[in-house]
Structures are given as structure tokens and as C-alpha cells.
């Protein structure tokens, strides 16, 4: 690989022992020379930072919209989805550790270009394209550069990301976003020390931002682990922040964890423990919460916070039935969060 092909980095800067640090992330890893950081797809050359990972996707997939999961943003269309090598988290239990703990060489990436991504969701009639499987944070630039030219061709973006991102690097990346789903891995630091190895704290603040500062449609999921972060109390705490800092309209998901990379020895999380936590959601004021990777009609189905009335029902992740006039439910007339066609 050449170096004068390659992407000069964003977001970074020299440091005083001659290395360089990488301000895109909360990790701030400093760099020497021909190493690359914690992400595997941000490289010192020479003295200058790269983004190795920029115009090599590992691969594309249509998936309905729901998978992300998004309920709230175009229910029922599909999305042009993709990622690369590399990650920022650490995560144990990754259900994507095949791309996201591969170095770029390891990975039979391709080379594609923005204007041949947007391409492929024109091709493809979708309308919108998922920045997804990794985090895409690590490859914001990219993800600039596509957003930037999906929304002057009328095609919405989304990220699907942990939200561990550098407060300034943020304003950058996003620019373009129109919808998000974040992944609050836990609501306990130790949870994200030891498991993620990140922080809780820096998620937080970017979901305080999105709620505050931006105009993106954002979801939250949560993947409840047995005997890591499923306990009633911290859901509990969990919710109670939601609504004190989000309010009480960002839809959350309560999803099931399945055994898979570090973490083969955790069973899968039982039916009951994301019932009782949709129902603790609920309980506290929370008035859009889901349950994912498990079957459950009810779960997977949107109701009018105000009059009951069934919205929007689906069969895992197709939907079956949209009864929303225009954003509103057809009995009541609630204005129900979300931008819907």
C-alpha cells in the first residue's frame, strides 16, 4: 500500500515524546511511528496520521431498518449497510469480533470510493445508508465524505455506534447523520472498564449532546449479559437517567445476549429478563421500549403512549402493520416521536 494513496487523518495531533495522538476518541492513544492505534485502522507513517481503513469497507448488506434497531426512523424500509476492520471498544462479549478485532490486512477489504457507496444505495433503491457492524467512529472521515454526498442526493444516514467519541471530533462526524442508535453497553463504569475496556461516562455525555445540541433522531439499545449488567437496579438507574437527561420519548431496547467471542461461557439471556426490564422501563415513564433478538408480539410492537391504540407491529424485524397517518396515531391523533413518510 502506498502511502501517498492513503487518507490523511483528522483529529490528531503531535505529541510531545514524538509520537502522535489521535484525538477521535476518548482512548487518545499515542502513536510511534508504523504503529497504528488501539482501532487498527488509524496508522502513524512517517510521521503523519492515517486513516488506513478510509475507502476499504469489508463488505455490504441490505437489512430492513429494524435490525439496527431503529423503530422510529422510516419503519419498514430497508438500509444499505456496512463497516470495516478495527473498533475502539474492547467489547468481550462482541457479537461482530470477526471485523471489528481484525487488523485491516487480515480482512479481504474492498476499495470503494463515497460516490460509489451513495451508487450502490441509489442502485439499490434504499434510502439510507447504516455506518454499522464496527464502529464507525473509528472511520469518521469516510463517513463525512458519504454522508456529506448521500444527503445531497436526498439519502438519510445513520450511525450505529457506541458513542465514544471525542466532544470536538463529534461535531465533525455527525454533520451530516440523520438518525442514530447508540449502544449504552451497561450503566455502571465497572461494567465498561472490564468489559468494554472504555468508559461510561464519555457515552453519556454524547447521548446528553445528540438529545441537546443536535437535530438526529436517536435510539438506544442496551444487550442485557446474565450476571453483568441485568440486575433490576441498574435498569433501574439506567431508565431513571433516560428520562431525567433524554426524556421520556427516546425509544430503548432491551436486547438478548447469545454466547460469542470472550464470553462463550455466559448462557443466553432469558425471555423473563428482558420482559421484567421493558417493564421497569415502562413503569418509570420510559413510553417506547422493545425487546430484540427474541420473539415477543408485543415487544416488537409500537403503541400510542397516549391511547393504547396499536401503531406499528412486526415480525421480528419486518413490520406487518403501520397504522400511523402522517406521524400521528389514527385514534387519537398523538404526534408520535420519530420522522416517518
Not at 442496551?222 to 440486575?231: A, F, K, Q, V
Not at 431508565?239 to 438478548?256: M, Q, R, S, Y
Amino acid at each position: 500500500m502506498k502511502t501517498q494513496a492513503l487518507k490523511i487523518a483528522d483529529w490528531w495531533e503531535q505529541h510531545e515524546n514524538g509520537k502522535l495522538l489521535c484525538t477521535l476518541c476518548p482512548r487518545y492513544c499515542t502513536i510511534g511511528n508504523g504503529q497504528t492505534g488501539f482501532c487498527y485502522i488509524r496508522q502513524n507513517i512517517d510521521g503523519k496520521l492515517y486513516s488506513i481503513g478510509y475507502g476499504r469497507p469489508t463488505g455490504f448488506a441490505i437489512d430492513p431498518i429494524e435490525k439496527k434497531p431503529l423503530n422510529h426512523f422510516l419503519p419498514g424500509t430497508s438500509i444499505l449497510s456496512f463497516g470495516t476492520a478495527g473498533c475502539n471498544l474492547g467489547c468481550k462479549f462482541c457479537q461482530n469480533w470477526a471485523m471489528s478485532k481484525a487488523k485491516l490486512d487480515d480482512e479481504n477489504s474492498l476499495s470503494v470510493s463515497p460516490e460509489e457507496v451513495v451508487s450502490i444505495a441509489i442502485k439499490n433503491r434504499t434510502p439510507s445508508i447504516a455506518y454499522t457492524y464496527n464502529d464507525p467512529t473509528i472511520f469518521g472521515e469516510y463517513v463525512i465524505d458519504i454522508s456529506q454526498q448521500a444527503r445531497e442526493r436526498g439519502i438519510k444516514n445513520v450511525m450505529v455506534t457506541a458513542g465514544y467519541i471525542d466532544k470536538n471530533a463529534r461535531k465533525d462526524v455527525y454533520k451530516y447523520i440523520d438518525a442514530a442508535n447508540v449502544d449504552l453497553k451497561a450503566f455502571s463504569e465497572n461494567f465498561y472498564k472490564r468489559i468494554t475496556f472504555s468508559h461510561l461516562n464519555p457515552v453519556l455525555d454524547t447521548l446528553v449532546w445528540l438529545k441537546n445540541e443536535t437535530n438526529i433522531w436517536f435510539e438506544i439499545t442496551t444487550l442485557l449479559i446474565p450476571g453483568e449488567n441485568d440486575s433490576a437496579e441498574e435498569i433501574k438507574q439506567e431508565c431513571e437517567w433516560i428520562v431525567k437527561n433524554l426524556g421520556e420519548e427516546v425509544p430503548v431496547h432491551f436486547t438478548a445476549f447469545h454466547p460469542d467471542f470472550k464470553m462463550r461461557n455466559k448462557p443466553r439471556t432469558p425471555e423473563a429478563t428482558l420482559l421484567n426490564a421493558r417493564k421497569i422501563a415502562l413503569k418509570l415513564g420510559i413510553k417506547y421500549c422493545y425487546v430484540g433478538n427474541i420473539f415477543h408480539s408485543e415487544g416488537h410492537t409500537t403503541f400510542c403512549s397516549n391511547c393504547g391504540e396499536v401503531l406499528i407491529t412486526r415480525d421480528w424485524h419486518n413490520v406487518t402493520q403501520n397504522n400511523l397517518k402522517t406521524g400521528r396515531c389514527p385514534k387519537c391523533l398523538t404526534k408520535i416521536p420519530g420522522i416517518f413518510y
